[in-house]
C-alpha cells in the first residue's frame, strides 16, 4: 500500500484514539484525498483499486464508530458531574409502542 496513505492512517487512528476531533476532520479528507490520488494512478482495472476501496470503507467506517462511541462517552461523563447536570436536560424516554395490524 501507498507508504503516504499509510502515514495517514497511522496519523488519523492516534486523533481518534485521542479525542482530538478538529484534526480527525482533517485527516479524514487527506486519507481521502491521498486514496483517490493513489488509486487514480493505478491502471484502470487494477486489482489494487479495491484494495484501496475496502480499505477507505474501513478506515472511515472505524473512525465513524469510534468517534460516535467517544462524543457518547463523554456526553455521560459530563451527565455524571453535578454543577452540569444541571443544566442538561434529561433524555426524553422513548415509549415501547407495540402495534399489531391484523
Avoid at 500500500?1 to 485521542?18: D, G, K, P, T, Y
Avoid at 487514480?40 to 462511541?69: C, F, K, N, Y
Wanted: with cysteine; charged share 25%; hydrophobic share 45%.
Amino acid at each position: 500500500m501507498n507508504e503516504s496513505l499509510s502515514n495517514i492512517e497511522r496519523q488519523l487512528r492516534h486523533a481518534v484514539e485521542s479525542q482530538r476531533y478538529v484534526e480527525v476532520q482533517r485527516l479524514v479528507l487527506a486519507f481521502c484525498q491521498a486514496a483517490e490520488a493513489h488509486a487514480r494512478a493505478l491502471p484502470p482495472g487494477d486489482p489494487r483499486i479495491v484494495e484501496i476501496t475496502e480499505m477507505t470503507r474501513q478506515v472511515l467506517g472505524w473512525t465513524r464508530a469510534m468517534v460516535q462511541s467517544g462524543r457518547a462517552s463523554l456526553v455521560l461523563q459530563l451527565r455524571q458531574l453535578p454543577k452540569v447536570r444541571s443544566y442538561l436536560r434529561a433524555p426524553t424516554p422513548v415509549p415501547a409502542v407495540i402495534r399489531l395490524e391484523a
